[in-house]
């Protein structure tokens, strides 16, 4: 059942297990506000008025004319829960059955970077909103988690797996959704493909907002990094400078020289992530300089007001100095380069429902893996699919262009409403 939100601080000395022993004694930054007052002033900026499971008005916008709700759901009897903002409307008759839209974050954030959606999404009549935080992740609790790192590639890609889809199916039987919209970003776009193949019957559309692990791996990509070349790369060529077919097809992946310097850092690297060291390490174990490196990461969002990158920088580093939990996964679900160890490109095939890409403009994530995705889908059945390319965005096209991607995820939204 859905409890009140727990209110924690911020830990005010950096000691975990994880930590080098340089570090352990240094002190975190000193935050005097709750984690969960720094959520809240970030899900302001999102103009919804949230509120506890208790009623007690908690946050308010200027310009709030939606009301949220910030809640715990358990979802065992060991203390875990799932850190959810539900918006639930009271539009309609009372005699049509709403829609749910549930939004799942992507690896090293949480709910609150969907704070320039949920507002505009939760304006489309008929629908429920929801945004959870993925269990060991953002303001969810944090059980240990165990790598099967030393088992079979396959134990443990299922072992990671089932940790999350799981407890993503726990939580809708406990909020009573029968069917729902789910719309992942990144790594939130793996999980939810994931449930969608596992739990067809509770999907009634599949969103996937620039989502990891979709292609194959290159056949020679880690001797590359090996041997410090790196991806292929194309030559542009020089101003003025003709170009023809034959080379194009010289240039399109020139080779790289090998550099030491690069050989040494993706082997470090590499060894890392092999033995299931995640970014937050890094940024807990800089003790007070972890808010530093995290005001660089945020500032670099020039989409964003000074007001909104300040509440945005104070929670991303609220969820990423917690304990670390499930972050670990990460290494026995991608390999080195961000590519899965079980590509989804290989497994969607059998997907029951209509299923979108949505990819950046300038995104890392490259949308040929999508197109490549839908081709398979369309030789193995006959469901809807379609990929969107959002304009003047990254990989974080959610936060970048909102318009665009709202305008985009409404739609969907709209056209599954129809259908009904």
Same mark, same amino acid.
């Given at each position: ?72 759901? $358990? ?8 850190? &959810? ?7 309609? $008759? ?117 989502? =990891? ?29 003709? &170009? ?41 174990? &800089? ?18 007001? $000074? ?66 995705? =839908? ?46």
């Amino acid at each position: 059942m859905p409890t009140q939100a727990t209110v924690t601080n911020v830990p005010a000395w950096g000691v975990t297990k994880s930590a080098p022993s340089l570090f352990r004694l240094w002190p975190w930054p000193a935050d005097t506000k709750s984690n969960h007052q720094i959520e809240l002033e970030l899900l302001a900026e999102s103009g919804l008025q949230v509120v506890s499971s208790s009623n007690e008005t908690l946050a308010t916008s200027t310009v709030a004319d939606t009301k949220a709700e910030l809640m715990d759901v $358990d979802i065992d009897d060991s203390g875990n829960y799932i850190h &959810t903002l539900a918006i639930r409307g009271g539009d309609g $008759d009372g005699a049509t059955k709403r829609h749910s839209l549930v939004l799942t974050h992507g690896y090293f954030t949480g709910l609150g970077f969907f704070f320039r959606n949920m507002h505009e999404l939760s304006r489309v009549p008929g629908w429920d909103v929801y945004a959870i935080d993925w269990l060991g992740m953002g303001r969810s609790s944090r059980p240990p988690y165990k790598s099967q790192r030393g088992e079979s590639e396959d134990a443990r890609v299922a072992h990671a797996e089932n940790f999350f889809v799981e407890s993503l199916e726990e939580w809708r039987q406990r909020m009573g959704i029968e069917r729902m919209t789910l719309c992942g970003h990144s790594f939130g776009g793996y999980m939810s493909a994931l449930y969608a193949l596992r739990y067809p019957d509770r999907v009634e559309k599949l969103v996937l907002a620039s989502p =990891i692990g979709v292609p194959a791996q290159p056949a020679d990509f880690e001797e590359r990094l090996r041997e410090g070349r790196g991806p292929a790369r194309r030559r542009l060529p020089a101003k003025g400078e003709a &170009t023809t077919p034959e080379y194009e097809d010289a240039a399109a992946a020139e080779p790289e020289q090998p550099s030491r310097s690069r050989m040494l850092m993706f082997r470090v690297l590499m060894g890392l992530w092999e033995r299931n060291y995640a970014p937050q390490w890094l940024v807990r174990s &800089t003790g007070p300089f972890s808010r530093r490196l995290i005001d660089w990461y945020v500032g670099r969002f020039i989409w964003l007001n $000074d007001t909104q990158r300040q509440a945005l920088a104070a929670y991303t580093h609220q969820i990423t100095v917690l304990p670390g939990s499930s972050e670990a996964a990460l290494g026995d679900i991608l390999r080195p380069g961000a590519f899965a160890r079980r590509p989804l490109v290989d497994r969607l095939g059998p997907i029951a429902m209509p299923t979108v890409f949505m990819y950046g403009a300038n995104d890392w994530v490259d949308h040929s893996g999508g197109a490549q995705a =839908i081709r398979r889908i369309a030789a193995a059945g006959s469901v809807a699919t379609s990929l969107f390319r959002v304009p003047n965005t990254g990989h974080n096209l959610h936060l970048e262009n909102p318009i665009d991607f709202n305008r985009i995820l409404a739609s969907e939204m709209r056209a599954t409403s129809e259908k009904r």
